[in-house]
């Protein structure tokens, strides 16, 4: 079997099973353990899985923010018309940066009383019109390729905040993993948005669930809700409910 052919069936079985095994990899490959080591970490260069200790888990595509805001239109703005079933009057909301985040912000009804608090600029802008959301813009230094804001400065001023509700911009979701993002910077700026906040739905579409990143925020259990699209097969989520997350859904 060609190099390639390894590689591809290695894919396969990631989205199929959500991870492999070096050791049942040689097996099924008839190769030996540093053909399929080589493999793996020809993969992991392209950026397409994420090692871990014995195997291997899918990862998803880090693209910029420009590229980003054009893709998955419709799974975006579905995940966002589910996300404000969880959003009331009167809420101290903190909302991440990412591109589906800006999308719950375009839906919110404009009758909606409440304070955001936020490190994205690009979403303060879309609610920069909004007649009855107070709109807090959290500083720090900007993280070009995210448009978003972290740091100290950041972290320090999200300490301040008690908020009912975040809304959480997630790269990958693993139920081994947890939550895990490609840059080291945002963890701390992650982890504090959650440390602050009484509950926490993560915004992710399907393609970011069962995969893992270089760097992890936190367990799963530190969400309380999982906001997605209805097209995810009840048995992707059957780990994420196990763990006493509940699912939301169009």
Not at 75 to 102: C, P, S, W
Not at 167 to 179: A, D, K, Q, R, T
Request: net charge negative.
């Amino acid at each position: 079997m060609l190099k390639e052919e390894r590689q591809q069936h290695i894919l396969e079985r990631l989205r199929r099973e959500g991870k492999v095994l070096a050791s049942a990899l040689c097996t099924e490959l008839h190769v030996s353990e540093d053909t399929v080591r080589r493999d793996l970490q020809d993969l992991a260069d392209m950026s397409m899985i994420q090692r871990v200790h014995g195997g291997a888990l899918l990862r998803t595509p880090v693209l910029s923010y420009a590229v980003r805001q054009d893709q998955a239109l419709s799974a975006k703005a579905e995940i966002a018309r589910a996300a404000l079933r969880l959003v009331r009057n009167g809420q101290v909301i903190v909302m991440d940066g990412g591109t589906t985040t800006i999308q719950v912000a375009h839906h919110f009804p404009t009758d909606l009383h409440a304070t955001v608090i936020t490190n994205s600029p690009p979403l303060a802008v879309a609610l920069s019109e909004h007649p009855y959301v107070e709109l807090l813009l959290l500083g720090g230094r900007l993280a070009k390729e995210a448009l978003v804001t972290v740091g100290v400065e950041t972290v320090t001023a999200l300490r301040s905040f008690r908020a009912d509700l975040c809304f959480l911009g997630v790269c990958s979701l693993h139920p081994e993993v947890g939550i895990s993002i490609p840059d080291l910077d945002e963890v701390y700026t992650k982890r504090t948005m959650i440390e602050c906040s009484a509950e926490v739905a993560a915004l992710a579409s399907a393609e970011k669930l069962t995969t893992a990143d270089s760097y992890v925020v936190g367990p799963l259990q530190d969400l309380t809700h999982l906001v997605t699209e209805q097209s995810v097969a009840d048995d992707v989520l059957a780990p994420y409910r196990a763990l006493g997350i509940t699912i939301v859904q169009p």
